[in-house]
């Protein structure tokens, strides 16, 4: 089945430590993109990659890191510069081609920081 | 500043009514997506619309495009309970890039 799986659904951390969120897509898609949701809140683009080691910042880049080393792969550090890093995080792809523009998400790693 | 604005925000609806959400954008943009969101899951996707005048539909919910107007909406019809979700409307921008949310339209169908 084709997807994009993300790891580990449920993430708790005590404060001060750094934590890497897995991203893995099957869909052989170019673009991969990460979100940030806070309760009832709508999406933020934390950052976003169109190729292969290469990446953009989004809208609430600092506090996080990526990489992007392999086409199937997206992982986001959050780190102890993030000030307030509870919410749910989002992992998206797409590959836009003419008539066909679908983007997908992963099903999310809530992560709670204590 | 790209933007995308959905109203309403809350919407308490009684089984069996019809309502419509909207969704207005500030730039010019061919491509709209909708989503729905339930409670502690990820998004799943509605539709996609690519041109103007674009009207898909699945089941109670039928979507539409006015790229003149800058305006998408989502039309449900009948409502059951099963339609209670957060929708969000997002805009494309250029191939492979980010989409840009609305903040998304807590619907809550009572009976």
């Known amino acids: 089945d084709g997807g994009i799986t993300q790891s580990p659904k449920y993430l708790f951390r005590k404060e001060g430590q750094n934590v890497t969120l897995s991203c893995e897509q099957n869909?052989?898609?170019?673009?991969m993109y990460w979100y940030r949701q806070d309760p009832g809140q709508g999406l933020r683009l934390i950052y976003y990659?169109?190729?292969?080691?290469?990446?953009q910042k989004g809208d609430i880049a600092e506090g996080y890191s990526v990489s992007r080393e392999k086409k199937e792969s997206f992982p986001l550090t959050v780190t102890s510069a993030q000030k307030n890093p509870t919410a749910f995080y989002l992992c998206?792809?797409?590959?836009?081609?003419?008539?066909?523009?679908?983007?997908?998400f992963g099903p999310g790693t809530r992560l709670t920081v204590t | 500043e790209l933007k995308v604005e959905q109203n309403p925000l809350f919407l308490s609806m009684q089984e069996g009514k019809n309502y419509t959400i909207y969704c207005n954008y500030s730039t010019t943009s061919d491509r709209l997506y909708w989503y729905r969101q339930d409670p502690g899951k990820s998004l799943e996707s509605l539709f996609v619309?690519?041109?103007?005048?674009a009207v898909k539909q699945e089941g109670r919910l039928m979507a539409s495009l006015d790229t003149k107007a800058r305006l998408s909406t989502l039309h449900i019809t009948a409502a059951v309970h099963d339609l209670s979700a957060t929708y969000f409307c997002a805009v494309g921008y250029g191939r492979n890039t980010p989409l840009v949310f609305g903040k998304g339209t807590r619907l809550s169908v009572i009976a």
């Open positions: 990659s169109q190729i292969v080691n290469d990446f």
């Open positions: 869909l052989n898609h170019d673009a």
């Open positions: 619309l690519l041109s103007n005048g």
């Open positions: 998206a792809s797409n590959q836009d081609r003419d008539n066909a523009y679908e983007q997908y």
